[in-house]
């Protein structure tokens, strides 16, 4: 999720799912020690509990990465071990960790030593066109065993070279029931599912909640285009908690965008995390238009978010006649 679940992007979707725990996109260790650490670490109070997840292969350079993220206020440091990209393979990071098990193991246990908050490791089932699931078994085995307790499952393999990452999201087939096998190897770790994960009854069926064997389920892309499938799980693991309709959501965001010109950022920065509010509703493409329109991003007024949503509520009125 790389240049998208930015602290815009998890502001305003923390406003649709009050519970679920976000995550940053994934952040090289580089970035954090030797760039501009405030611009990519920073986050807004709300958005606890929130992740930071870390891209790198050297054990000195995370541990002192997560210790920054520790400092910053985060509640989980996670470790990509799942990423394709050309660029984070040419790092040597991403899903290439997970043929270096050990390696992996010494990256969570220095990041354990620095921080007292969860390690977490994000991964794939598989490298290339290896299906067999003692691969898996013994790269969670030997993380496991240095002290990770979380791991976030992409039950998809990462085919490295030949695929591209978009590629690498539909074309390996998906086999959710490694995931349930990994869970019954290790009943002591929590085992998240993500990948393909199209609607809350889907993802729900999965975890304990919803008849399944795993211990929750992480949405990405589907969250991200079509983002009120989060307050749809949200009303079905937390039927107690209130999620905001359309009406808060917009005021909210009206506010946080002002705060956020007025402090520089550019209007669209925010704006474009919303594209996919009203996603299957009337007035969707209007709301999209408008809302990366240039000209009307450039005078930089948030007001332009609730002129937007007013077409929207109008065409569903005509609709509705």
């Known amino acids: 999720m790389?240049?998208?679940?930015?602290?815009?992007?998890?502001?305003f979707h923390r406003l649709l799912a009050p519970h679920a725990r976000?995550?940053?996109?994934?952040?090289?260790?580089?970035?954090?020690?030797?760039?501009?650490?405030?611009?990519?670490?920073?986050f807004d109070p709300s958005e606890h509990p929130v992740a930071l997840q870390l891209g790198g292969n050297e054990p000195d350079a995370l541990a002192r990465a997560a210790r920054a993220g520790r400092d910053r206020g985060y509640d989980e440091i996670n470790l990509n071990c799942g990423c394709p990209s050309d660029r984070v393979?040419?790092?040597?990071?991403?899903?290439?960790?997970?043929?270096?098990?050990?390696l992996v193991a010494?990256?969570?246990?220095?990041?354990?030593?620095?921080?007292?908050?969860?390690?977490t490791v994000k991964h794939?089932?598989?490298?290339?066109?290896?299906?067999?699931?003692?691969?898996?078994?013994?790269?969670?085995?030997?993380?496991?065993?240095?002290?990770?307790?979380?791991f976030i499952v992409h039950a998809?393999?990462?085919v490295l070279k030949g695929l591209s990452p978009k590629e690498n999201r539909e074309i390996p087939p998906l086999r959710y029931h490694v995931a349930g096998?990994?869970?019954?190897?290790?009943?002591?770790?929590?085992i998240v599912l993500n990948g393909g994960l199209a609607d809350a009854h889907a993802a729900l069926s999965h975890i304990g909640r919803g008849g399944g064997e795993l211990d929750g389920v992480m949405l990405g892309r589907e969250a991200y285009q079509r983002p009120r499938v989060l307050s749809e799980l949200s009303r079905r693991l937390w039927p107690d908690a209130p999620v905001p309709d359309d009406a808060a959501v917009i005021r909210a965001m009206i506010d946080y965008a002002g705060a956020q010109v007025a402090r520089g950022v550019p209007l669209r920065a925010v704006t474009r995390h919303m594209l996919g509010l009203f996603t299957t509703q009337a007035g969707a493409r209007s709301w999209r238009r408008m809302l990366s329109d240039s000209r009307l991003l450039a005078a930089g007024d948030p007001s332009?978010?609730?002129?937007?949503?007013?077409?929207?509520?109008?065409a569903a009125e005509r609709r509705a006649a």
């Open 22 to 42: 976000l995550y940053t996109e994934m952040i090289a260790t580089g970035a954090i020690l030797y760039g501009d650490a405030a611009r990519h670490l920073d």
């Open 124 to 150: 794939r089932i598989g490298l290339d066109y290896d299906e067999s699931y003692a691969f898996v078994r013994d790269f969670v085995g030997t993380v496991h065993e240095a002290g990770c307790e979380v």
């Open 304 to 314: 332009l978010i609730e002129t937007a949503w007013h077409v929207v509520a109008g």
């Open 89 to 102: 393979q040419k790092g040597a990071f991403g899903a290439c960790l997970m043929s270096t098990p050990a």
């Open 106 to 119: 010494d990256c969570v246990k220095a990041m354990r030593d620095a921080v007292d908050i969860p390690v």
């Open 2 to 11: 790389i240049d998208w679940t930015d602290r815009h992007c998890r502001f």
């Open 181 to 190: 096998q990994l869970k019954r190897d290790f009943p002591q770790a929590l």
């Open 156 to 158: 998809r393999n990462a």
